[in-house]
């Protein structure tokens, strides 16, 4: 399917084969207590409760006798860790263990099982735990309340050494978020105790909140509040020297006045039933590498005709609401719409309905974003247990017990790239396979053969154009997310184009106020992004308009004979010097295609131009970036433009045999030779429309293939005129007439053929 979606943890088999080892050595120990008392039918309760920071999972089972046990998987040893039990009937609402495994936080409810009465806390609905596991010593009561609790170690970027202080967040049901610090100290030895446990420090961190989600892996709190009636999404980031600060603040066009209370990613929560998510709202928030802040927001389903569902693109300025239609009335929702971050890409689905790929990075153009309705394989392949994305590319399926790791299929989308037809299609998942990144080499192989195959399949864009310059792209991207906005991602800047079964509104958003001045990391690349839609209306994408018409200029010189200073042109020349070098350093392998051989001035003029152009464009517009770095990507990017050409040819060549002597004059062109030269045509259209260089010898190369191609088909017309006529006079003339009037068609012949 469309979705890759490696398993990096699996209950059934990470967890379930370490319990029955523990139970089948405590029976034959003859054991009780501890971990030996697990019941018979611990699957059907063994579920996750939470997943932290560094990856560890916690999970909880329950033994006959209801006695809830927690356990934790570590991700980099895949071994299992027993890690505290509490001997009476709870369900588990939370739970999380500090980075050193000393403590564990637990938020619990009690059993409604034969009325049973909470033990520890009488009265109370909810009791908030706090345990010390290292050892197992005291339990202390943090909160004993008839409101849900849900709890949260923070885990800081620190050195290895143990921390003397942890945090913990409570979030509470009654809309407020506390951070506990928790002071530890070591006695007897490697015994961690919890010091002054009666008087832990707390402080608040928000209050009056109706939905807040947890990125784990960032360590940052997103929440929102109801100011007026108006939803204010507001983030705090916590430190590991400092304690947090409040990052921004977002007005968001949406209502949540009736949507209740709700938590994202702060573990598994059984109190909501899964099986009505699609009658609730749906929002997360997704955040990238490169700066970018996304909101997406699915209201409360009021028709089972069609959804809709809202991208706020805070890093552009503006968000997308897009209505699809879900087929006939009957086809009612029962699954709620699910949102997934792959990092360049969000992908939003709903099971046997839709599959939108929505293009985070550049969503200008809905043709960069891949929508599949109907009867897809797409679609049908889709998950259909509901998934949760936690921080990053990790996903959960909560109903499993398994986490993956979610990305884009390239394998598949580069042969659903090959099958489908509309020109929409083609163009978004070419820019999904060129931007999933893995083995480069292998990708521009295959959809360069995929090109040269349907090189004139497509009418809404030049498909040479659109690899080019998106290929390019992909290529220098990498080094700095900025260039998004300095580099033509796309040969089109519009598309008007309807998709069937899709419909969107723009609209442009309030951008984020800022809370803070000084800037790291992420916030700095989000504030660039900002400054640059507050400031930089004009686009400022790179296009090679001054490099034509000053290579119009010297070409004109050059032939007036009143060209300006040597010393200019020379390092004109030197610049085409260099990327040609460049180019040759990457590609070792012999070419069958006669390229680089000649001197071709002019080309050469054209590629110095547009290094020089193109240095000067990104220097005033990148800061913080040595010079030297800014020009090898300048060299490394025209470079990559020349060298998708050369293979372009070198494919097309190898394909159909072709050889330098095959340039021969006296002899007729075969099929071969004229598909080469159709494909040799369409490369200099495309690259002619855009004023991009050429690798030297392209010109003379076409010219040679051209000059062959026509030869014979000139031939081939003169032959055909030859018989007609023969064929014509044949029926109005006499023997010698047509004797005396072949003499003259045969004169005429050779002349055409000369």
Known sequence: MALRLVANFDLRKDVLPWLRAQRAASAGAGARGGCAGIFENYYESLRVLNVERNGNIIYTYKENKGNVFFGLYDCQTRQNEYLYTFEKDFQVVSCSVNSERTLLAASLVQSTKEGRKNELQPGSKCLTLLVEIHPLNNVKVLKAVDSYNWVQFLYPHVDSHPLSENHLLLISEEKYIEQFHIQVIQEDGNRVVIKNSGHLLRQRVAEDFVWAQWDMSEQRLYYIDLKKSRSILK??????????????EAALDISLCDSGFKLVNFGCND?????????????????????????????????????????????????????????SADSRVTKGITFLNLDYYVAVYLPGHFFHLLNIQHPDLICHSLFLTGNNEVIDMLPHSP?????????????????????LNQSYLLEFLRNTRPDWEKMAVLHCVLSSGRDPQFLEAKIIQWVSENISACHSFDLIQEFIIASSYWCIYPETSTLDK?????????????????????EEIALPLMKVHSFQGYWEKLNFHLEYVKYSKPHLHYNNSMVRREWHSLISEEKTGTRRSKVYVRNILDNAIKVISNLEARNLEPRLTPLFQEEDNHQ?????????????HLLRHLQGIEKKKIEQMVLDYISKLLDLICQILETN?????????????????????FAVFHIMT??????????LPLPPEVELLDHKVSTLCTRSLASTVS??????ITSIMGCCFSQKQLSQGSWKIWTTQRKMKS
Request: net charge neutral.
């Open 653 to 673: 060549w190898r394909k159909y045999n072709l050889h330098p002597w095959v340039l021969h004059f006296d002899r007729q062109a075969n099929a071969a030779e």
């Open 682 to 691: 369409r490369i200099l259209e495309a690259t002619n429309s855009l004023f």
């Open 486 to 506: 300095l580099l033509p991602y796309s040969s089109i800047l519009t598309w008007s184009t309807e998709i069937p079964g899709i419909t969107l509104v723009t």
């Open 387 to 407: 998934l949760q994305s936690l921080s990053g590319s990790l996903v959960l399926d909560w109903c499993s017990g398994k986490l993956y790791r979610a990305s």
């Open 235 to 248: 983030c705090i980031q916590f430190c590991a020297h400092e304690n947090f600060n409040l990052m921004f």
């Open 271 to 327: 109190l909501q039933d899964q099986e009505k998510l699609s009658k609730y709202l749906t929002l997360c928030v997704f955040t990238n590498h490169t700066g970018s802040l996304c909101v997406c927001y699915s209201p409360k389903f009021d028709s089972w005709e069609q959804i809709t569902y809202s991208v706020f693109y805070f890093h552009k300025g503006y968000s997308k609401t897009f209505t699809v239609a879900l087929g």
């Open 719 to 724: 032959l055909c005129i030859t018989c007609c």
């Open 604 to 616: 050469r003029l054209l590629m110095g131009l547009m290094v020089s152009e193109l240095k000067d």
